[in-house]
């Protein structure tokens, strides 16, 4: 059988033995190994001693010579000679020995003896090499049979960019293994999301022409190379050939020439798993694109086999034999999300025609951070004004190209067309997952969709954070987000998932209790929690203070602004049990996140909030001053309308006495009306682009 496997020239050791004449051995050079070492694929070749034989030898690869089964009867030996062009080796009981050698003649009665045959560059013309196997019986001169092989080299690669460096990395070893860490290999396929003709209505990669040279750019280069007597490849057939399980995860288009668009012809995926190869005369290379279909997600884990398969006729009527195979490895980049400390690149926000004076100072918020503000106009937010909840906007990264990409949520509420229509366009994919049932709950939109900064755990680095979900307390029955967004989430491994308890609240998500800012010191971050406990620690100071007539909501007249002093508010016992109620959920959290964050107080800062219960769940009771809008230094914080005490609220004091030392610079927005009444508040209504890690992500170790 003519088949391919680990090659036999690995390191042996030469044995002292003077089984034969003594003499001096000869050791292989270090790089002449097994694969993957050498990347060698080893071939079965079948000899005889009827007539010469032929066979196609490909640059890189072993084969290995059936000297005993080609032997004829009452041969006790044999000897080896071979063309110049070629390298021989005899292996015997895991010894080996280059020839030509001192060894006169190797017996045919030990089953471990093998000769390996490999070339080092393609041939000219075809059988321009031959090696020459010679049978002796007992001490006999005189050969009785030879069996002569003629041999034609040709190179065949599959290459891609599997040393990540933006080019295609020619003949590299280990290219059919996907390896992560800085010194990782594997090439990376970007999925082909985004939308470059603004003509078309849907993503680039669901049709199957190419409609722009840019949209070339979103796809990974993919090269064959064959060189050799043409006639090889005219008597044999090259077939690319993908796994049908993958056939739906990716695209391949074959360019026949540059100058025109039609001239990529679509060949693999969608249901296509092979393409016959067509060699022209005296070219050299074939040049192929490839582009991703699916992200990784349950069942699918990204990683994708591409082959090249040399395959000979052999007989009329019967199918070819496959004789040779290479292949690349690629690995569809995960969906990643961005942390509230890298930089903010665009903020959107929806218009509603009642919330005029927030977009007005949210812009000039925007303006100091040095970012772009794009709002939704109620002609298309349908007076949804829930943009964050809507959407999560991430990126992918390939050596030689990074785009944004839209998570567009399941809740598709008013605002549901826009992440399709408005935010997919050139270099700006998109991406969305929905149950069957299309039944969801408040968990499942993506205020309940976080992450963190960078962080290292007990020794394992996270360098691109970790994904924050909520969900129902452990013990208890309650809405979790739904399956097919968790099992994309953790599909993606670049930021495993941490499941935090959220449904406690009215609305449910993680976004209404914690926040991260950055930080100059420590681990470059601050977890700021919400906290009940702060706030009447904060109050009761202040009614000690003699403060305690000073009003909340002082000011305002909106409905569901009940003005109450301190000393009320301290004196409300129900209130005052539900939020040690509260003040455990969030503990709760506290606990979860210094454990699968590795934190310690010192990077937990609370912040001094209070909430009120509706239907046993939280809802917070003045404007929850965590759920911000970070942009870099700025922070956007709902205004908390609480007591004024020497002119100033005794909330806004607090707040700006905890983050301003971190050099933060806080600006109160009034949310009040348009947010907070709705059950929302900043953070909840607006939505950031922000600038990728510098850390690639297949540098880390999952």
């Not at 020839?99 to 045959?117: F, Y």
């Not at 004789?323 to 903010?344: A, H, S, Y």
């Not at 709002?375 to 992918?396: A, F, H, K, L, T």
Request: glycine fraction near 8%.
């Amino acid at each position: 059988m003519e088949g391919s496997g680990g090659g036999a020239l690995a390191q042996r050791r030469i044995s002292s033995e003077a089984i034969y004449v003594p003499c001096q051995r000869t050791r292989l050079p270090s790089g002449e190994r097994r694969t993957p070492v050498s990347m060698s694929q080893q071939r079965w070749v079948r000899l005889s001693t009827e007539q010469p034989t032929s066979t196609v030898h490909v640059l890189g690869t072993e084969l290995s010579l059936d000297v005993r089964g080609a032997a004829p009867l009452g041969a006790t030996g044999f000897d080896v000679w071979g063309t110049p062009g070629v390298n021989l080796y005899v292996v015997l009981n895991g010894e080996v020995m280059k020839i030509p050698s001192c060894v006169p003649r190797w017996p045919l009665d030990d089953a471990s003896v093998e000769v390996l045959v490999l070339m080092e560059m393609p041939s000219v013309e075809v059988n321009d090499e031959k090696v020459r196997i010679s049978y002796y019986k007992n001490s006999g001169k005189t050969p009785v049979a030879k069996a002569v092989l003629h041999l034609t080299c040709v190179e065949i690669s599959l290459d891609a960019d599997t040393n990540r460096s933006g080019a295609v990395s020619r003949r590299a070893k280990g290219k059919s293994q996907w390896t992560w860490g800085p010194g990782g290999k594997g090439a990376v396929l970007l999925v082909n999301c985004d939308r470059d003709d603004s003509e078309e209505g849907g993503m680039d990669n669901q049709d199957l022409h190419v409609k722009s040279y840019e949209d070339l750019r979103d796809m990974s280069l993919m090269i064959l190379t064959t060189r050799g007597p043409d006639e090889v490849f005219e008597e044999h057939q090259l077939l690319l050939h993908v796994s049908a399980s993958d056939h739906d995860k990716v695209g391949v288009f074959h360019t026949r020439g540059r100058k025109k668009l039609s001239q990529y012809k679509h060949i693999l995926g969608s249901g296509k798993l092979s393409y016959l190869v067509e060699r022209a005369c005296g070219q050299e290379e074939a040049i192929f694109y490839v582009e991703g279909l699916e992200f990784p997600d349950s069942g699918f884990s990204g990683l994708v086999s591409f082959h090249a398969t040399l395959l000979e006729a052999t007989g009329k009527d019967l199918p070819e034999a496959p004789i040779f195979k290479d292949t690349v490895v690629f690995r569809i980049g995960p969906w990643i999300m961005t942390p509230n400390i890298l930089q903010p690149i665009t903020v959107y926000v929806c218009s509603t025609g009642y919330n005029d004076n927030f977009v007005r100072d949210l812009n000039k918020l925007t303006t100091k951070a040095g970012c772009n503000l794009i709002i939704c106009p109620q002609s298309v937010n349908r007076g949804d004004q829930w943009i964050q909840d809507e959407m999560e906007i991430g990126y992918v990264q390939a050596p030689h190209k990074t785009f944004p990409v839209v998570f567009d949520s399941p809740r598709n509420r008013e605002l549901n067309a826009f992440p399709f229509k408005s935010v997919l366009g050139p270099d700006f994919g998109y991406v969305t997952r929905e149950p069957a049932d299309r039944k969801v709950s408040s968990l499942d939109s993506f205020g309940n969709l976080e992450v963190s900064p960078p962080v290292m755990v007990r020794g394992k680095e996270y360098p691109l954070g970790r994904i924050l979900i909520g969900s129902y307390f452990p013990s208890a029955e309650g809405d979790e987000m739904v399956k097919v967004v968790r099992d994309f989430l953790y599909a993606q491994e670049v930021q495993r998932p941490v499941e935090l308890y959220s449904d406690w609240l009215s609305v449910g998500h993680v976004d209404e209790f914690m926040t991260f800012v950055p930080a100059s010191d420590r681990q470059g971050f601050r977890l700021l929690l919400a906290s009940p406990s702060a706030c009447y620690k904060l109050l009761k100071e202040k009614e000690q203070e003699g403060y305690g007539d000073a009003l909340m909501f002082d000011g305002l007249s909106l409905k569901g602004s009940r003005q109450e002093s301190i000393s009320s508010l301290l004196a409300d016992k129900a209130l005052r049990s539900q939020n040690e109620y509260f003040q455990k959920c969030i503990d709760w959290n506290r606990d979860i996140l210094k454990e699968e964050l590795e934190l310690t107080e010192d990077d937990i800062i609370d912040i001094p909030q209070l909430f009120s219960a509706v239907k046993d769940k939280g809802l917070a009771y003045f404007p929850d001053m965590v759920n911000m809008l970070v942009l870099g230094k700025y922070l956007g914080i709902p205004k908390p309308f609480g007591p004024i005490i020497q002119e100033q609220c005794c909330l806004e004091r607090e707040a700006r006495r905890l983050l301003e030392p971190l050099g933060l610079r806080c600006t109160f927005i009034d949310d009040f009306e348009p947010y907070h009444m709705a059950w929302g508040e900043i953070h909840c209504g607006t939505n950031v682009r922000r600038k990728p890690f510098a850390f690639k992500w297949w540098n880390m170790i999952p």
